[in-house]
């Protein structure tokens, strides 16, 4: 029997799939509708001050037919009246007692803070999610990323809010930063009951070529927004992964958020140790009708594998990302081409021989396109069965029989440091590379 | 089986031809361009005559550089826009997609084609200019697709260009002779126009070339003569009865029904006799204009017909029944055609033999020959010392399109025995560079 209900540092869910504070979490109307279309949890558009917006708010990137792959705005916190935002989370609690309704915050000063978690506390609210991430607009006020990328402002605001609120702190962290455990870190030592991130990244998505301004265009302007969509899911994987390795930041769940739209991206996430996973983008592309491809991906891969609850394999990828360092230099790949299912439209020969090491030949006769690899020359890299457009055409096979074990982090304990250039893959060593003037040949 | 109802207007016309590769509009050329993988060294750009760089100028469209795009392509074929929707894609370009070997569907790359011109055409964008004047003048004779081409080309060298054309309309068969559902004469006369507007060449009308006077003429006039005439009239079979009222060539059927649309009457029953490409049009043409039944007739099998399979099935499709290793003796009816006399055909070692035996009528008001046209001889005759090869096709040197007599350069159907508008476009293109060549560069 599978249970995809979660406690998430104190707040009951009954599955991970939260919608991220952004405009899908505006209104009462949006939370309910997607609590009744699977969502278990929402974190509500961000409360605070007042605010006033901009027309011409969002900007996307598109590649090939695909449209918002990135995705960014440059709208600022809720600008809808607090009472009402406040009346319509205790509707939304009456109406789904058991869902997760959680308000973001953010405000300034200690007074505020504490008066704005009273607020949300009495409206009924499961839990409070503070906004350290916001990097376009509110940040120029000293909030959100400004908060975000000061560790020390970041602790002493988790301390406060602590020290007033009755109900669970989920601090959200901003990407622009260097090192993402120092203000994870600040974020504990505050006393906060779990994480989330990662926020929008500082982005800039597009030059209108007509008026020279960036995207969003407004009035011939435009500025930085807030950068997010299944673009930046490396990122925000990335540094879930950096958090949830750290022997004191992993002490608290971790809600992972950034381009989460299918069911890969939840089991993912979840592998790399988040126990909660926020989505907007997929949601203001789709609808929230997006999340019965989630949880029916997510239920399907937990029965296959025999899992029951998230938390069985929550953070099981996490003992395998390690550091370049501890690779094993003896293991070998190399290409190999399936010439039955290859249809010769030859990119991962451009791709090596511009691209990468030069081992990939096409046939001399020219009425034939199926390229051959050059096997001395394979480095193992991947790039032509990434640019294969055929599915299985190109693998990657093992070569070396796994016997040998060796990284650069034992060379190193051995004194083993190479002094010259003696790498066996290395080109113009271990394999040829053509002379320069080859290039004029073709 | 008739499908079609005879058509009393142009708009029922319209509807009866309508367009086989109607034009792209945005969407559909945004994801159709998205789809082109940029092979390395692509097929399509091997198998175009004009060996356009197809996947540039799909990436263009793709990243709405669309007047680049336009520029690619009538950049290797002046007849680009016609091309996109005349060429049988199906066994050039899109052939020869890779796709086609992963069983999905090839790029529609004449559509495309045609979308990315059509918007230049549209929007008079001007993309050439003729050269600077070199001082020699050129006359070409036909302003078919061979003779448009080599203009345009020889404007940008800098010659001086005047085209010399039987008939009142510019295009050859482009416009006389091409099924109405594959282009509009509107559509056709557009390119040329537009193509005449940015480089300046002149189109002499209802100015045959058939004296040795007129030849004469041309020859003390201009520094070189482009022979673009193409074939002539349908070729006699020498049948009994072939001139009873009622029996018409293909090529001259097609003629009318281009110029007079629904103002041809086609009548009830026809037979088409022939197994080329044009035979497949001409029945396809005659069941579009409502003719009850029309009855295809070859003298071999199914599979040794020269037509292209599309071409057939297009023919099939419009309600044309087909008759096969059958051959036609004579021609009967009273002063008007009533039928035709058929016997059936078997090859017997290699030779095709008539079964006297099997003898057969087929009851019909109308006979259409689609069994080859004849050759421009008598003008051929005209011109001193110009070699022809066994099937009055003239000789050139391959490279250059220099004929036997060295004022003379000659094209498309007049060289080939009648191929496609593709083929004259690039014939015309690269007798240009052989005349710049002759009288500039060497």
């Known amino acids: 029997m599978i249970d995809l209900s979660i406690n998430f540092g104190g707040i009951k869910s009954p599955n991970p799939f939260w919608l991220a504070s952004a405009p899908p979490t505006n209104s009462g109307y949006q939370i309910m509708k997607a609590f009744e279309a699977g969502w278990g949890g929402a974190v509500w558009k961000t409360l605070g001050v007042p605010v006033v917006n901009v027309s011409s708010r969002y900007g996307s990137v598109n590649y090939r037919d695909t449209r918002m792959m990135g995705f960014n705005n440059i709208e600022l916190i809720t600008d809808r009246p607090l009472e009402d935002n406040l009346r319509e989370i205790e509707e939304v609690k009456k109406y789904f007692p058991d869902h997760a309704v959680i308000a973001s915050l953010m405000v300034e000063s200690r007074a505020e803070w504490e008066q704005i978690i009273k607020d949300v506390e009495n409206a009924g609210a499961d839990g409070i999610e503070l906004n350290f991430g916001c990097p376009h607009g509110m940040c120029e006020r000293g909030m959100g990323s400004a908060v975000g990328q000061e560790p020390e402002v970041l602790k002493t605001i988790v301390e406060w809010v602590k020290e007033a609120s009755n ?110 996973v926020q989505v907007c983008t997929a949601v203001m592309h789709y609808g929230f009708g997006i999340v019965r491809e989630m949880e029916a991906g997510l239920r399907q891969f937990m029965e296959e594998k025999n899992y029951s609850t ?80 055929v599915e299985d055409c190109i693998t990657m096979v093992q070569r070396d029989d796994g016997s040998e074990h060796v990284t650069w982090n034992e060379r190193t304990l051995n004194d083993d440091i190479p002094v010259t250039f003696n790498d066996d893959r290395a080109g113009g060593k271990g394999h040829f590379v053509p002379a320069p003037t080859d290039a004029l040949k073709k | 089986m008739a499908e079609y109802k005879r058509p009393t207007s142009e708009e029922e016309f319209k509807k009866n031809f309508k367009q086989k590769n109607p034009l792209m509009n945005d969407t559909q050329a945004y994801y159709e361009s998205s789809r082109c993988l940029f092979c390395y060294d692509a097929p399509c750009i091997k198998a175009c005559p004009t060996g356009i760089d197809i996947p540039l100028f799909i990436k263009q469209i793709h990243t709405d550089n669309i007047t680049g795009a336009s520029k690619t392509i009538f950049d290797s074929n002046w007849l680009g826009n016609a091309c996109g929707v005349v060429c049988p894609t199906g066994v050039l370009c899109e052939g020869a997609c890779v796709y086609n070997h992963q069983d999905v569907p090839p790029i529609q790359i004449g559509r495309l084609q045609n979308y990315a011109t059509n918007k230049s055409i549209e929007s008079n964008k001007k993309l050439f200019k003729a050269g600077e004047a070199n001082g ?307």
């Open chain 2, 136 to 442: 020699k003048k050129v006359a070409i004779i036909g302003a078919g697709p061979a003779g448009i081409a080599c203009a345009c080309e020889l404007r940008v060298f800098g010659f001086e260009v005047d085209i010399y054309e039987a008939k009142e309309k510019p295009s050859g068969l482009t416009v006389h002779g091409i099924a109405p559902y594959k282009i509009t004469n509107e559509e056709v006369l557009k390119e040329v126009k537009y193509l005449q507007d940015q480089l300046g060449f002149e189109i002499k009308y209802n100015s045959s070339i058939d004296t040795k006077e007129k030849i004469k003429e041309l020859e003390s006039n201009y520094n070189a003569i482009f022979i673009g005439v193409g074939l002539g009239k349908t070729a006699t079979l020498g049948l009994e009865g072939e001139e009873k009222n009622g029996v018409v060539g293909a090529v001259e059927f097609i003629e009318e029904l281009r110029m007079k649309h629904h103002l041809v009457k086609v009548p009830k029953r026809v037979v088409v006799i022939g197994g080329g490409n044009t035979a497949m049009d001409a029945a396809s043409e005659s069941a579009r204009m409502g003719a009850r039944k029309t009855v295809l007739a070859y003298r071999r099998s199914k599979e040794d017909m020269g037509a292209y399979k599309f071409e057939y099935d297009l023919a099939i499709s419009a309600g044309v029944d087909s008759l096969f290793n059958v051959t036609p003796l004579e021609i009967i009816g009273n002063g008007k055609v009533e039928g035709v006399k058929f016997a059936k055909t078997q090859v017997v070692d290699g030779e095709l033999k008539t079964d006297m035996n099997n003898v057969f009528t087929v009851k019909c008001d109308m006979v259409i020959k689609a069994t080859g046209q004849a050759k421009q001889g008598h003008l051929y005759e005209l011109i001193d010392d110009l070699q022809l090869d066994s099937k009055t096709r003239i000789k050139i040197d391959e490279e250059t399109f220099h004929t036997s007599n060295l004022k003379y350069f000659a094209g498309g159907d007049a060289i080939n025995g009648g191929a496609e508008v593709v083929n004259a476009a690039y014939d015309g293109k690269m007798a240009a560079h052989g005349i710049y060549k002759w009288l500039i560069n060497d």
């Open chain 1, 167 to 276: 109900i669970p702190v989920i601090t959200k962290l901003s990407p622009n930063i260097s090192h993402i455990t120092d203000p994870g870190l600040a974020a504990v030592q505050g006393g906060t009951d779990s994480i989330s991130l990662i926020n929008t990244i500082k982005s800039i998505v597009g030059i209108d070529l007509d008026s020279y301004a960036p995207l969003p265009v407004v009035d011939g302007k435009g500025t930085n927004g807030g950068y997010c969509g299944p673009a930046v899911k490396p990122i925000a994987m990335h540094m879930i992964k950096d958090l949830a390795q750290h022997p004191e930041i992993s002490k608290v769940p971790i809600s992972g958020i950034g381009g989460v739209e299918t069911w890969r991206d939840v089991v993912e996430f979840i592998l790399l140790g988040a126990t909660s």
């Open chain 1, 310 to 389: 998230i938390y069985d394999f929550a953070g099981k990828a996490l003992p395998n990302v390690t550091e370049w360092k501890h690779l094993n230099l003896k293991h070998k790949v190399v290409a190999e081409i399936n010439k039955e299912k290859c249809i010769g439209c030859d990119l991962c020969y451009i791709a090596c021989d511009d691209g990468a090491h030069q081992a990939i030949a096409l046939p001399i006769d020219l009425n034939n396109r199926i390229p051959s690899i050059i096997e001395e020359n394979c480095v193992g890299c991947n790039l032509c069965a990434l640019v294969c457009p």
